[in-house]
C-alpha cells in the first residue's frame, strides 16, 4: 500500500529481485481495468533484468477517492518517493505508461533525472482527443482535466521510447507520431502496422524494450 500526501492508499505490487544494478520500471496503467490485466505484461518485465513497481489509480482496483489529473499526478509521484525511501534513486527508474498513463508519465517525467521513459499509445492532449472524438463541441471549454503532454515532453530529457499502433481507434496514431517528433533526443520509435490501442506483447515489442 502506497500513501499520497492526502493519506489514500493506493493498491500496488512490487517486484524486487535483490540484484543491485537493476533499473526498476514504474508502470502507469490506463483507465480500463485493474492491476489483474496487466498480468501479461508484468509477466514478460519478470524476464527482464529489471524490477518493477505498478500501483493502481485512487478509484481503481478498490482505492479509495476520484481520479483527477491532479490527484494521478499525485499517485505517481508518491510511487516515485515509495521507490526512493527503499532505496532506489530517481535516475534507476524508468517511467511507463501507458494510455492514459502517458499523460501522467509525461508530467512527472519532466526536468527530472530519471533512466528512461516509455510511452505506449501517448496522445498529445485530452483536447486533441476529444476533439477528435467530438469536432462539433467546444472541449476545451468542457474539458477539466487537459494533461496536456504536448507542452510538457520538451521538458524531458531522459532517454526515450514511444510506442504505438498504426491502427488505434481511440488514440489515433498522428498523435504519438506527433509525441515522438516534440521529444528530444536521445529518443526511440516502435510503429506497429497492425497494433490497435491495446498494443500486443509480440516478439518484435518486446525485443524493442529489451533493447531500449
Do not use: C
Amino acid at each position: 500500500r502506497i500513501k499520497t500526501k492526502d493519506n489514500i492508499e493506493l493498491l500496488s505490487w512490487y517486484h524486487n529481485k535483490n540484484i543491485i544494478d537493476y533499473k526498476t520500471i514504474l508502470f502507469l496503467h490506463g483507465n480500463a481495468g485493474s492491476l489483474e490485466n496487466r498480468i501479461h505484461k508484468i509477466n514478460h518485465f519478470n524476464n527482464m533484468k529489471v524490477n518493477f513497481l505498478i500501483l493502481a489509480w485512487r478509484g481503481f482496483s478498490g482505492n479509495k477517492g476520484k481520479p483527477t489529473e491532479k490527484g494521478l499526478y499525485e499517485d505517481a509521484r508518491s510511487a516515485v518517493r515509495w521507490l526512493n525511501h527503499k532505496g532506489i534513486i530517481t535516475n534507476n527508474i524508468i517511467i511507463y505508461g501507458e494510455s492514459l498513463g502517458t499523460g501522467v508519465a509525461t508530467e512527472i517525467s519532466q526536468n527530472n533525472n530519471f533512466a528512461g521513459i516509455i510511452l505506449e499509445s501517448p496522445f498529445t492532449s485530452m483536447v486533441d482527443a476529444g476533439r477528435d472524438k467530438y469536432p462539433y463541441l467546444p472541449v476545451r471549454l468542457l474539458l477539466k482535466d487537459k494533461y496536456e503532454s504536448d507542452k510538457k515532453i520538451k521538458n524531458i530529457n531522459s532517454p526515450i521510447l514511444i510506442m504505438h499502433g498504426r491502427v488505434d481507434n481511440i488514440v489515433p496514431f498522428h498523435m504519438g507520431k506527433k509525441m515522438y517528433e516534440l521529444a528530444n533526443e536521445p529518443k526511440y520509435s516502435y510503429f506497429s502496422e497492425y497494433d490497435d490501442h491495446m498494443m500486443e506483447y509480440n516478439e518484435n515489442l518486446l525485443n524493442h524494450l529489451k533493447k531500449f
